[in-house]
């Protein structure tokens, strides 16, 4: 194999990011030393640099310094910095955060976590879950990392007792079922013996029959991890090298674009197609998140640093009013009313602290009330910019929904903020100092009652109902019945539907999908204020598609957001159906009625389902009264709560 060869293949590999994250001592240092030893990532010369640098006579080489390489770290035997390294293996590239485990150098974790695909956690055997452990885990869950990879480490040291690891293995996952982490794996090592670090088959541990931690590494599954739905594109530059050329650069946050597909530019809103895509290597006409591309545009538009390109019907949120929870770096506390300067893509604007609404208890995982944040503290806090952010939550795209808070005096960071889920209750007013005027509230925001007042008026908790289906399987029918035994009762209700908005059956069932969506959107909006008024919203859409009806929850919130799958064979739906469109679509004329053209996709998950079979529409809308009810939404008989 040739040079040129070797280094097309090696580029051809997709890279891992992972960071170490444990207490102190834990030996995260060490392992990733071993790690970066035992398989042959190591020159020769820093190996020779290394002989005689143990502390233990046993030792030839402390594999804690292969990462640990300044002074006070070598002096004190921890680590104080972040050491990024970079391996690779026939099978994928690595690159290393090793962080520090004391709990003073928490905001060194959350940055070199920031990036990360996967969390090492390090546990000692012989100390268990500890503290700073669970400090680590939830911060690795709030910043978004999909897969924990849990090592109880210094297995030597408990006579590789197999009790004592699923004994830790248990208490961890008691712990982590209260994260929103899904992908957590367990590996009991010995850094130091190097067991079950590289090399499989570990002599002292037969018991433990699963992956080594570099077999896991090379093995584990990310491509799903990159967010290829929603196309985000940060405007960093326009280039302009002569008179016959204007292209915008930037790093692809998220998604997938082609040449002549219609964009919008926010926050303009003005729409355009892309006329030519350009990389490193050349022209393309294809591009995914996070090559650097730069783009031209068959219209000439207003677009400067700052601005985002996007789909024209999926579009983020542009506000000047975010929920966020922000791990607090800076030496000065974080407090109302200090201002700041946001740094979000690429864009940074004047930042104003509403609020502090809670701090985290790390042990407890509960909300603590504080008007301030100090050094490596967690809490939710609202912030108020002097211009509009364009956005998403951080939970759908890590990288249009993070930012950092700057100290406006020194030039530090301060905080690194990861953008919530809007929080309709409790109205926060902005900060005195903070720009005046008829933009200063996002929309809703000028009530005086809040939601909870109007709740408890109503006597019952609002919520959206959603309830999807073929066409004429009896979901409209189903929500008015719904709606009229909740009236009733005396619930204050609303229900929307295809004709309610005005779509009608054949407008639902449209040719354009991006028409049928942006009535479901639109729907959604509608609920969500409905809910922030305190009132409960029926909704009943076809909303065939699974993905289409996750992003409605965002836009209602998921809290909100109760799926009901109205669940009628096709055979029937036909008998139901008068308007004849089944019979057209077998004669071609509709292409895209539920069930025949389009796939109609079944919820995975909902909150309910109705067998239409079998029951009739009132006693579906009772069914779905019950489940209220369960949920302390409406309480008794349908009386609301």
Not at 21 to 29: E, F, I, M, N, R
Not at 36 to 44: E, G, R, V
Not at 226 to 254: E, H, T, W
Not at 587 to 616: C, H, Q, W
Request: some cysteine.
């Amino acid at each position: 194999m040739t040079i040129d060869e070797f280094l097309q293949k090696d580029a051809k590999k997709d890279l891992l990011k992972f960071s170490t994250a444990g207490s102190v001592d834990d030996g995260k240092s060490t392992l990733i030393g071993r790690l970066l030893h035992d398989s042959k990532s190591i020159y020769d010369d820093q190996l020779t640099s290394l002989r005689g640098t143990s502390r233990d006579d046993e030792q030839e080489i402390d594999y804690a310094f292969i990462t640990d390489g300044l002074k006070a770290e070598r002096e004190q035997g921890i680590t104080i910095d972040v050491a990024y390294r970079y391996f690779s293996t026939p099978k994928r590239k690595f690159i290393i955060a090793d962080t520090p485990g004391h709990i003073q150098y928490t905001r060194n974790m959350a940055t070199g976590a920031s990036t990360a695909n996967l969390a090492l956690i390090l546990i000692d055997a012989e100390h268990g879950v500890v503290t700073q452990s669970k400090r680590h885990s939830f911060i690795a869950a709030l910043l978004g990392i999909p897969h924990l990879l849990v090592a109880v480490n210094k297995m030597d040291l408990v006579g590789y007792d197999q009790k004592i690891f699923e004994k830790i293995k248990s208490n961890f996952a008691n712990f982590a079922a209260k994260l929103s982490v899904k992908d957590v794996h367990f590996i009991p090592v010995s850094a130091l013996k190097g067991d079950n670090v590289v090399e499989r088959g570990s002599a002292n541990m037969p018991w433990y029959n699963g992956p080594t931690v570099m077999s896991y590494l090379e093995d584990l599954y990310i491509s799903s991890d990159v967010n290829l739905v929603d196309l985000r594109i940060p405007v960093q530059y326009v280039l302009r090298p002569d008179n016959k050329f204007r292209g915008y650069c930037g790093k692809m946050a998220s998604g997938v674009f082609r040449t002549g597909d219609e964009i919008v530019a926010l926050p303009s809103k003005k729409r355009s197609r892309v006329k030519s895509i350009h990389e490193f290597e050349g022209e393309t006409t294809m591009a995914h998140a996070p090559m650097s591309v730069t783009f031209t545009l068959e219209d000439e538009l207003d677009i400067s640093r700052g601005d985002m390109i996007c789909h024209k019907n999926n579009i983020p949120r542009i506000s000047r009013r975010l929920e966020s929870m922000v791990v607090w770096m800076g030496e000065q506390p974080l407090e109302s009313g200090k201002s700041y300067i946001v740094k979000h893509t690429t864009k940074s604007t004047k930042a104003f602290i509403d609020s502090v609404r809670f701090k985290i208890n790390i042990d407890t995982l509960s909300h603590e009330q504080s008007e301030s944040l100090t050094l490596n503290e967690i809490g939710r806090v609202v912030i108020t910019t002097n211009q509009p952010l364009i956005h998403d939550t951080y939970s759908k795209n890590r990288n249009t929904g993070s930012f950092i808070l700057i100290d406006p005096l020194t030039n530090a960071t301060s905080g690194a903020g990861m953008i919530l889920e809007r929080e309709s209750t409790d109205i926060v007013q902005p900060a005195e100092g903070a720009l005046a005027g008829p933009h200063s509230f996002p929309t809703g925001a000028r009530s005086l009652v809040t939601r909870r007042e109007r709740e408890k008026a109503y006597n019952q908790k609002a919520a959206t109902i959603w309830l999807t289906g073929l066409h004429a399987s009896g979901k409209s029918e189903v929500a008015y019945e719904l709606e009229k035994s909740l009236f009733h009762s005396g619930a204050k209700i609303v229900t929307l539907t295809g004709l309610t908005l005005r779509s009608g059956l054949t407008r639902e069932l449209n040719f354009d999908l991006s028409d049928r969506w942006e009535n479901l959107r639109r729907a959604a909006e509608i609920a969500r204020l409905l809910n922030e008024n305190g009132i409960i919203c029926v909704c009943a859409f076809i909303s065939p598609d699974s993905a289409a009806r996750s992003k409605l929850a965002e836009i209602v919130g998921k809290n909100d957001f109760l799926e009901i799958h109205v669940d009628a064979p096709l055979e029937i739906c036909r008998k139901r159906d008068k308007t004849g469109l089944y019979e057209k679509a077998e004669l071609g004329t509709v292409k895209n009625v539920a069930g025949i053209s389009f796939p109609y996709e079944k919820p995975e998950k909902p909150a309910l389902k109705l067998d239409m079979r079998a029951i009739s529409y009132a006693e579906a809308a009772k069914v779905v009264t019950r489940l209220l009810e369960e949920k302390g939404i409406v309480s008794g008989d349908g009386i609301p709560k």
